[in-house]
Structure formats: structure tokens, C-alpha cells
T-cell receptor
Framework: GENVEQHPSTLSVQEGDSAVIKCTYS??????FPWYKQELGKGPQLIID?????GEKKDQRIAVTLNKTAKHFSLHITETQPEDSAVYFC????????????FGTGTRLLVSP | EAQVTQNPRYLITVTGKKLTVTCSQN?????MSWYRQDPGLGLRQIYY???????DKGDVPEGYKVSRKEKRNFPLILESPSPNQTSLYFC????????????FGSGTRLTVV
């Protein structure tokens, strides 16, 4: 089945810097790649997603890039702010389709003022 | 407010005592899913449902049961809980087969002693 690896496990940046989180997946049939943000004591919240027919997608300060040949995708956060501090999860749909999202192990992002 | 509601938020129980974690969504979503979150392992899918009376196993279904008798409700049942089921549980829902983004509940922290 699908396997998703996520790096780094922790990331510390200064306010205003950029942050990049990377994920690799194993199943070439995966076609949907969402990113979730989880704040302390809350459930994950979808922040951006990309489908396999698109190489890049932006939404204000966040962007996701997808390289299907290399089977990796990345989350880019520019001009980071303290409220960006959270745990971020990537996921991939896998061969079984969109109903069986496989998640990475998470990245704890800390943005220091 | 559109949301996924789980109850209880916290639960401590003893080995072997049957319990049910309830999940309800008010968005008329077709798809619902249960995940467990463990440190270093990310989110792993337990069961999912495509519609009323349609459920299927995720990646870690052992020791769990689900039912989907109504569109809005998707309870998770632990017939005989064991300590290795101590975890943080999330229910999630999404609209249909086209819109892939899940909305997560706030989580249920279960401790089995």
C-alpha cells in the first residue's frame, strides 16, 4: 500500500522567514495530495491541496508543489507568523482512491517572534 | 455552524468494558471516516463509510466496529478495549466523491487502563 514519509519532524524558524516541509510517497497511482494544519487541542484542518494534474498551487502565503516523476510534494509557507506554529501533516490518496488517505507522521513548526 | 461533533472529548475506561464514541456531522456529507493519532505514527485510518449502510476497513480496523444507519452519524465501537487502543481518535467527513477535503472533529482522547 501507499507509504508517505515526511521531513523534517520539527522545524524552527524566525518570524518572517520561509518554511518548507517535504513529503515523498510510494504509490505512483496517488492523485490527490492535501496538507493539514493541527493546532494544539484541535482536529486537523485542511489548508491546501493539489491534484496530480497540477504542478503547483498557491493560496496567499502558502503554496504546494508536486513532482510526480520523483513522487514528492512540498509545502511552502512564506513570511511566517507566530500563528503558523502548529503540526502540519501531508497525505496522499494511494491506489485505493480518495477514501483512503494515507498521512505522513507530521512536522511540528515553531515560529519564534 | 458546519461541524463534526465527537463525544466524549476525554474518556478513561478499563480493559474489556465496551464503549462507543459518537460522531455526528451537520453538513449532509456522504463520506465519513475514523482515524487514530499516535505519536510518531501520524493519522491512521480505522474505518470509512461511503454512505448509509456502506462501510469498509481502513488500515487499522482490528478491535473496532462502526455503523452508518443514518447519514449524519458514524459511531465508533470498541467491544473489548485494550491498552493498545489508548490513543487520540478523530472523526472526519467530506461531501462526496468529487470534493476530497475532509473536515475533522475536535478529537476524543481515550485511555484504556
Amino acid at each position: 500500500g501507499e507509504n508517505v514519509e515526511q521531513h523534517p519532524s520539527t522545524l524552527s524558524v524566525q518570524e518572517g522567514d520561509s518554511a518548507v516541509i517535504k513529503c515523498t510517497y510510494s504509490d505512483s497511482a496517488s492523485n490527490y495530495f492535501p496538507w493539514y494544519k493541527q493546532e494544539l487541542g484541535k482536529g486537523p484542518q485542511l489548508i491546501i491541496d493539489i491534484r496530480s494534474n497540477v504542478g503547483e498551487k498557491k493560496d496567499q502565503r502558502i503554496a504546494v508543489t508536486l513532482n510526480k516523476t520523483a513522487k514528492h510534494f512540498s509545502l511552502h509557507i512564506t513570511e511566517t507568523q507566530p500563528e503558523d506554529s502548529a503540526v502540519y501533516f501531508c497525505a496522499a490518496s494511494g491506489r485505493a482512491g480518495f477514501q483512503k488517505l494515507v498521512f505522513g507522521t507530521g512536522t511540528r513548526l515553531l515560529v519564534s517572534p | 455552524e458546519a461541524q463534526v461533533t465527537q463525544n466524549p472529548r476525554y474518556l478513561i475506561t478499563v480493559t474489556g468494558k465496551k464503549l462507543t464514541v459518537t460522531c455526528s456531522q451537520n453538513m449532509n456529507h456522504e463520506y465519513m471516516s475514523w482515524y487514530r493519532q499516535d505519536p510518531g505514527l501520524g493519522l491512521r485510518q480505522i474505518y470509512y463509510s461511503m454512505n448509509v449502510e456502506a462501510t469498509d476497513k481502513g488500515d487499522v480496523p482490528e478491535g473496532y466496529k462502526v455503523s452508518r444507519k443514518e447519514k449524519r452519524n458514524f459511531p465508533l465501537i470498541l467491544e473489548s478495549p485494550s491498552p493498545n487502543q489508548t490513543s487520540l481518535y478523530f472523526c472526519a467527513s467530506r461531501p462526496d466523491s468529487i470534493n476530497y477535503g475532509y473536515t475533522f472533529g475536535s478529537g476524543t482522547r481515550l485511555t484504556v487502563v
